[in-house]
Protein backbone atom coordinates (compact mmCIF):
# COMPACT_ATOMS: atom_id res chain seq x y z
CA UNK A 1 0.00 0.00 0.00
CA UNK A 2 1.92 3.61 -1.07
CA UNK A 3 1.30 6.36 0.78
CA UNK A 4 0.68 9.84 -0.03
CA UNK A 5 3.20 11.44 -2.40
CA UNK A 6 3.85 15.19 -3.57
CA UNK A 7 5.83 16.62 -6.32
CA UNK A 8 8.22 18.39 -6.21
CA UNK A 9 9.33 18.26 -2.92
CA UNK A 10 11.07 22.16 -3.36
CA UNK A 11 10.08 24.75 -5.29
CA UNK A 12 11.44 28.33 -6.07
CA UNK A 13 9.25 30.87 -7.74
CA UNK A 14 9.38 34.11 -8.72
CA UNK A 15 6.70 36.99 -7.22
CA UNK A 16 3.84 37.09 -9.78
CA UNK A 17 4.16 33.71 -11.31
CA UNK A 18 1.95 30.83 -11.20
CA UNK A 19 2.79 27.55 -9.48
CA UNK A 20 1.16 23.87 -9.57
CA UNK A 21 1.75 21.63 -7.23
CA UNK A 22 0.74 17.86 -7.44
CA UNK A 23 -0.22 15.01 -4.68
CA UNK A 24 -0.88 11.48 -5.61
CA UNK A 25 -3.29 10.25 -2.60
CA UNK A 26 -2.93 7.04 -0.70
CA UNK A 27 -4.39 3.95 -2.85
CA UNK A 28 -8.52 3.52 -1.74
CA UNK A 29 -8.78 7.07 -0.76
CA UNK A 30 -11.28 9.38 -2.26
CA UNK A 31 -10.90 12.54 -0.77
CA UNK A 32 -8.04 14.97 -0.70
CA UNK A 33 -7.49 17.51 1.50
CA UNK A 34 -4.66 20.57 0.88
CA UNK A 35 -2.75 22.64 3.97
CA UNK A 36 -0.75 25.37 3.64
CA UNK A 37 2.42 25.41 6.56
CA UNK A 38 4.27 28.86 6.97
CA UNK A 39 6.96 27.96 8.72
CA UNK A 40 6.41 27.38 12.67
CA UNK A 41 2.87 27.39 12.47
CA UNK A 42 -0.06 25.03 11.82
CA UNK A 43 -0.94 23.64 8.89
CA UNK A 44 -3.83 25.52 7.72
CA UNK A 45 -7.04 24.27 5.51
CA UNK A 46 -6.77 25.69 1.60
CA UNK A 47 -9.34 23.07 0.67
CA UNK A 48 -11.16 19.87 -0.31
CA UNK A 49 -11.74 17.72 -3.07
CA UNK A 50 -14.38 14.28 -3.50
CA UNK A 51 -15.37 13.31 -6.53
CA UNK A 52 -13.97 15.59 -8.49
CA UNK A 53 -15.64 18.90 -6.83
CA UNK A 54 -14.41 21.02 -4.09
CA UNK A 55 -16.30 20.12 -1.19
CA UNK A 56 -15.48 23.05 1.20
CA UNK A 57 -12.70 25.83 1.18
CA UNK A 58 -10.84 27.90 4.04
CA UNK A 59 -9.85 31.38 3.67
CA UNK A 60 -8.03 31.86 1.07
CA UNK A 61 -8.05 33.91 -2.17
CA UNK A 62 -9.36 32.71 -5.56
CA UNK A 63 -5.90 32.61 -7.20
CA UNK A 64 -5.62 29.22 -5.22
CA UNK A 65 -7.42 26.70 -6.93
CA UNK A 66 -7.19 23.17 -7.33
CA UNK A 67 -8.54 19.88 -9.19
CA UNK A 68 -9.08 16.49 -8.38
CA UNK A 69 -8.65 13.51 -11.24
CA UNK A 70 -10.68 10.35 -11.75
CA UNK A 71 -7.83 8.31 -10.28
CA UNK A 72 -8.23 10.93 -7.08
CA UNK A 73 -4.79 12.41 -7.55
CA UNK A 74 -5.11 16.15 -7.47
CA UNK A 75 -3.25 19.40 -7.79
CA UNK A 76 -2.72 22.73 -6.38
CA UNK A 77 -2.76 25.80 -8.42
CA UNK A 78 -1.60 29.37 -7.46
CA UNK A 79 -2.00 32.48 -9.58
CA UNK A 80 0.03 35.66 -8.72
CA UNK A 81 2.25 34.20 -6.12
CA UNK A 82 3.30 36.79 -3.35
CA UNK A 83 6.02 36.37 -0.59
CA UNK A 84 3.16 35.38 1.88
CA UNK A 85 3.01 32.02 -0.06
CA UNK A 86 6.05 30.80 0.85
CA UNK A 87 5.38 27.74 3.09
CA UNK A 88 5.30 24.18 2.70
CA UNK A 89 2.25 23.14 1.17
CA UNK A 90 0.82 19.42 2.28
CA UNK A 91 -1.61 17.36 0.76
CA UNK A 92 -3.82 15.19 2.74
CA UNK A 93 -5.79 11.81 1.43
CA UNK A 94 -8.96 10.48 3.66
CA UNK A 95 -11.59 8.27 2.81
CA UNK A 96 -14.42 10.25 2.86
CA UNK A 97 -17.06 7.01 4.27
CA UNK A 98 -16.48 6.64 7.87
CA UNK A 99 -12.79 8.10 7.64
CA UNK A 100 -11.25 9.38 10.91
CA UNK A 101 -8.29 10.77 9.73
CA UNK A 102 -5.60 11.81 6.98
CA UNK A 103 -2.52 10.57 5.48
CA UNK A 104 -0.24 12.96 4.74
CA UNK A 105 2.29 13.73 2.40
CA UNK A 106 5.84 15.00 3.44
CA UNK A 107 5.15 18.32 1.45
CA UNK A 108 5.86 20.81 -1.10
CA UNK A 109 8.14 23.44 0.31
CA UNK A 110 7.66 26.64 -2.38
CA UNK A 111 9.52 29.75 -1.51
CA UNK A 112 8.61 32.60 -3.71
CA UNK A 113 11.43 35.79 -4.34
CA UNK B 1 -9.59 32.60 13.27
CA UNK B 2 -7.99 30.68 15.81
CA UNK B 3 -10.36 27.96 16.95
CA UNK B 4 -7.92 25.85 18.77
CA UNK B 5 -5.24 27.08 20.83
CA UNK B 6 -2.51 25.29 22.14
CA UNK B 7 0.29 25.34 24.81
CA UNK B 8 2.75 25.43 25.61
CA UNK B 9 5.04 26.36 22.24
CA UNK B 10 7.64 25.23 23.09
CA UNK B 11 8.69 22.04 25.70
CA UNK B 12 12.12 20.14 27.25
CA UNK B 13 11.59 16.64 29.24
CA UNK B 14 14.29 14.87 30.54
CA UNK B 15 13.92 11.03 29.32
CA UNK B 16 11.68 8.83 31.01
CA UNK B 17 9.89 12.23 32.65
CA UNK B 18 5.60 13.06 31.33
CA UNK B 19 5.45 14.92 28.45
CA UNK B 20 2.35 17.29 28.65
CA UNK B 21 0.58 19.36 25.99
CA UNK B 22 -2.64 21.27 26.15
CA UNK B 23 -5.32 22.42 23.86
CA UNK B 24 -9.11 24.14 24.05
CA UNK B 25 -11.85 24.98 21.36
CA UNK B 26 -14.10 27.06 21.05
CA UNK B 27 -16.48 24.90 18.51
CA UNK B 28 -19.30 22.84 19.79
CA UNK B 29 -19.46 20.97 16.34
CA UNK B 30 -15.82 19.85 16.95
CA UNK B 31 -17.05 15.88 16.47
CA UNK B 32 -13.40 14.29 16.62
CA UNK B 33 -9.87 15.59 18.05
CA UNK B 34 -6.55 14.08 16.67
CA UNK B 35 -3.07 14.77 17.76
CA UNK B 36 -0.52 14.37 14.94
CA UNK B 37 3.40 14.23 15.31
CA UNK B 38 5.59 15.98 12.79
CA UNK B 39 8.94 15.20 12.28
CA UNK B 40 11.59 18.21 10.52
CA UNK B 41 11.33 18.10 6.74
CA UNK B 42 7.81 15.46 7.01
CA UNK B 43 4.16 15.78 7.06
CA UNK B 44 2.10 15.35 9.74
CA UNK B 45 1.51 11.81 11.07
CA UNK B 46 -1.61 10.86 12.86
CA UNK B 47 -0.60 9.83 16.37
CA UNK B 48 -3.93 9.17 18.46
CA UNK B 49 -7.20 10.71 18.14
CA UNK B 50 -10.28 10.84 20.60
CA UNK B 51 -14.35 11.63 20.07
CA UNK B 52 -15.81 14.08 22.58
CA UNK B 53 -18.39 11.25 23.83
CA UNK B 54 -14.94 8.95 25.43
CA UNK B 55 -12.57 11.13 28.42
CA UNK B 56 -9.78 9.19 27.81
CA UNK B 57 -8.10 7.13 25.42
CA UNK B 58 -4.51 5.27 26.02
CA UNK B 59 -2.52 3.76 23.37
CA UNK B 60 0.53 2.86 24.67
CA UNK B 61 2.85 5.23 26.09
CA UNK B 62 0.06 8.34 24.28
CA UNK B 63 -3.12 9.22 26.67
CA UNK B 64 -5.40 11.65 25.59
CA UNK B 65 -7.75 13.49 28.41
CA UNK B 66 -10.71 15.25 27.10
CA UNK B 67 -13.13 17.51 28.99
CA UNK B 68 -16.00 17.95 27.03
CA UNK B 69 -17.76 20.71 29.48
CA UNK B 70 -14.19 22.63 29.81
CA UNK B 71 -13.72 22.41 26.12
CA UNK B 72 -10.13 21.35 26.81
CA UNK B 73 -7.77 18.03 25.82
CA UNK B 74 -4.57 17.04 26.29
CA UNK B 75 -1.67 14.89 25.35
CA UNK B 76 0.33 13.17 27.87
CA UNK B 77 3.32 11.20 26.26
CA UNK B 78 4.44 8.98 29.48
CA UNK B 79 8.39 7.84 29.42
CA UNK B 80 9.57 10.32 27.01
CA UNK B 81 12.09 9.11 25.04
CA UNK B 82 14.38 11.32 22.66
CA UNK B 83 12.90 9.82 19.75
CA UNK B 84 9.81 11.32 20.86
CA UNK B 85 11.16 14.60 19.78
CA UNK B 86 9.01 16.36 17.13
CA UNK B 87 6.49 18.98 16.64
CA UNK B 88 2.53 17.67 18.26
CA UNK B 89 -0.27 19.31 16.93
CA UNK B 90 -3.28 19.00 18.55
CA UNK B 91 -6.50 19.04 16.04
CA UNK B 92 -10.21 18.99 15.89
CA UNK B 93 -12.12 17.95 13.02
CA UNK B 94 -15.89 19.56 12.34
CA UNK B 95 -18.20 17.34 10.63
CA UNK B 96 -19.64 17.29 6.75
CA UNK B 97 -16.46 17.42 4.77
CA UNK B 98 -14.33 16.62 7.35
CA UNK B 99 -11.90 19.87 7.75
CA UNK B 100 -9.48 19.25 10.37
CA UNK B 101 -8.53 22.60 12.14
CA UNK B 102 -5.04 22.12 13.79
CA UNK B 103 -3.57 24.00 16.64
CA UNK B 104 -0.47 26.09 16.62
CA UNK B 105 1.95 23.34 17.49
CA UNK B 106 4.24 22.63 20.24
CA UNK B 107 8.05 21.97 19.87
CA UNK B 108 9.02 18.58 22.11
CA UNK B 109 12.29 17.97 23.21
CA UNK B 110 13.72 15.55 25.18
CA UNK B 111 16.92 15.28 26.68
CA UNK B 112 19.27 12.18 27.61
Known amino acids: ETGVTQSPTHLIKTRGQQVTLRCSSQSGHNTVSWYQQALGQGPQFIFQ???????GRGNFPPRFSGLQFPNYSSELNVNALELDDSALYLC????????????FGSGTRLTVV | QQQVKQSPQSLIVQKGGISIINCAYENTAFDYFPWYQQFPGKGPALLIA?????SEKKEGRFTISFNKSAKQFSLHIMDSQPGDSATYFCAARSGGYQKVTFGTGTKLQVIP
Open chain 2, 50 to 54: IRPDV
Open chain 1, 49 to 55: YYREEEN
Open chain 1, 92 to 103: ASSLAEGSLGYT
